[in-house]
Nanobody
Framework: VQLVESGGGLVQTGGSLTLSCAAS????????MGWFRQAPGKEREFVAG????????YYADSVKGRFTISRDNAKATVYLQMNSLKPEDTAVYYC????????????????WGQGTLVTVSS
């Protein structure tokens, strides 16, 4: 699977953005997916995960209630709706395929996209 993220940009505090991750390859609909982010000088951290059907979702505590992960298997795309954005949400956001479902560790994900930059101004 190859992944391409899009939708990043500059937004003010309290604003919203929706990120998209388009996948190519036959295994998308049979794979759990995740969103991660990496701020300058920090380690890559888990943001949200979704199972292959879209029925099970889980989030990092820092984004719970503000971000929503979803997927459209017909379009081979996973989304991250981000509301009430804060300056601390500024990072490069990546999507990835879950190799081991239900974890939050980057080592359990693969096929990383190139990332899309989200900048939240204060």
């Amino acid at each position: 699977v190859q992944l391409v993220e899009s939708g990043g940009g500059l937004v003010q505090t309290g604003g919203s953005l929706t990120l998209s991750c388009a996948a190519s390859g036959r295994t998308f609909s049979s794979s759990g997916m995740g969103w991660f982010r990496q701020a300058p000088g920090k380690e890559r951290e888990f943001v949200a995960g979704i199972d292959r059907s879209g029925g099970i979702r889980y989030y990092a505590d820092s984004v719970k209630g503000r971000f929503t992960i979803s997927r459209d298997n017909a379009k081979a795309t996973v989304y991250l709706q981000m509301n009430s954005l804060k300056p601390e949400d500024t990072a490069v956001y990546y999507c990835a395929v879950a190799r081991r479902w239900g974890t939050k560790s980057p080592v359990d994900f693969g096929s990383w996209g190139q990332g899309t930059l989200v900048t939240v101004s204060s």
